[in-house]
């Protein structure tokens, strides 16, 4: 498995933006497909972002396309989601996870991080 560690939440303004950070290790990486999911609460844990290792094909949930973007640094190990243009409906947990496959549904992701809290009100 694939250890995940997030950082960068916080709490920002609407309109505002945040970068979450997700550092990885344990594993060669090259294989792996990174995602980004969140969970509000009271709410299912849904998708976000994901990212191929090598190619860096990307994928993005409709509800923020053309704001968040979703990159990898190879060297570093670590995947970012940088957020603008952020809105109080996107109050949530940020999950970063691995997987095998470049798919969307959160079943197909084993190796989760702890999470970190975004929280976007004025």
């Known amino acids: 498995q694939v250890q995940l560690v997030e950082s960068g939440g916080g709490l920002v303004q609407p309109g505002g933006s945040l970068r979450l950070s997700c550092a990885a290790s344990?594993?060669?990486?090259?294989?792996?497909?990174m995602g980004w999911f969140r969970q509000a609460p009271g709410k299912e844990r849904e998708f976000v972002a994901i990212?191929?290792?090598?190619?860096?094909?990307?994928r993005y949930a409709d509800s923020v396309k053309g704001r968040f973007t979703i990159s990898r640094d190879n060297v570093k190990n670590t995947v970012y989601l940088q957020m603008i243009s952020l809105k109080p409906e996107d109050t949530a947990a940020y999950f970063c996870?691995?997987?095998?496959?470049?798919?969307?549904?959160?079943?197909?992701?084993?190796?989760w991080g702890q999470g970190t809290q975004v929280t976007v009100s004025s």
């Open positions: 344990g594993r060669t990486l090259s294989s792996y497909v």
């Open positions: 996870a691995a997987s095998r496959v470049f798919r969307t549904e959160k079943s197909v992701y084993d190796s």
């Open positions: 990212i191929n290792w090598i190619v860096s094909m990307t």
